[in-house]
C-alpha cells in the first residue's frame, strides 16, 4: 500500500480503535477502558474490570447450562445431597463461586448458582480428603475419584 492509502484505511478504522498511553499499544475498543484511558492490561481498574468479565462469562455459562438443562440437574442434585446429609448436620462448603457467590459444597465440580465450573478442589467420597487436580483415587483410601 502506498503512505496515502494506508493513511486514508487508518482514518475510516480509528474509530474502532484506542490508543493506550502508557504502553502505547493500539487496541479494539472492547480491549480499551474508556473511562480511565487505558487499555485493560494497564487501566487502574484491571481487578474491576476482570471481575465484570468473570461475572459476564459466569452468566454466559449460566445461560448455556439452562439451555441444555444442566442447572436443573445441578440444583436437584444438590438438594439430594443435602436430603442424604444427617438431620441437624449442615452441609460442609468448600467455598463460594468466583462467578456468583453462591456457597459451593465439598466436591461440586459446577456452581448450583450459575452453572460455573468449580475452581475448588475435589474430596474423596469415602473418606473426605482433599483430592489433587486430576487425581484418579483418594491417595490414602484407595476410592476411585468421581
Do not use: H, N, Y
Not at 461440586?108 to 475452581?119: H, Q, V
Amino acid at each position: 500500500m502506498s503512505p496515502d492509502e494506508l493513511r486514508s484505511a487508518w482514518d475510516e478504522t480509528r474509530q474502532f480503535f484506542r490508543e493506550c498511553p502508557t504502553c502505547r499499544q493500539i487496541v479494539c475498543i472492547p480491549d480499551f477502558d474508556e473511562p480511565t484511558g487505558f487499555c485493560d492490561e494497564d487501566s487502574p481498574r484491571s481487578a474491576e474490570v476482570e471481575a465484570a468479565k468473570a461475572q459476564q462469562a459466569a452468566q454466559a455459562w449460566k445461560g448455556i447450562a439452562d439451555v441444555f438443562g444442566v442447572t436443573g440437574a445441578i440444583q436437584k442434585g444438590m438438594a439430594q445431597a443435602s436430603a442424604q446429609a444427617e438431620p441437624g448436620q449442615a452441609t460442609e462448603a468448600a467455598g463460594t463461586c468466583a462467578g456468583c457467590g453462591t456457597a459451593m459444597a465439598v466436591g461440586a465440580k459446577f456452581c448450583a448458582g450459575c452453572g460455573m465450573p468449580a475452581a475448588q478442589p475435589r474430596a474423596c467420597a469415602s473418606c473426605g480428603k482433599q483430592l489433587q487436580a486430576g487425581a484418579k483415587f483418594c491417595p490414602d483410601c484407595g476410592t476411585p475419584a468421581a
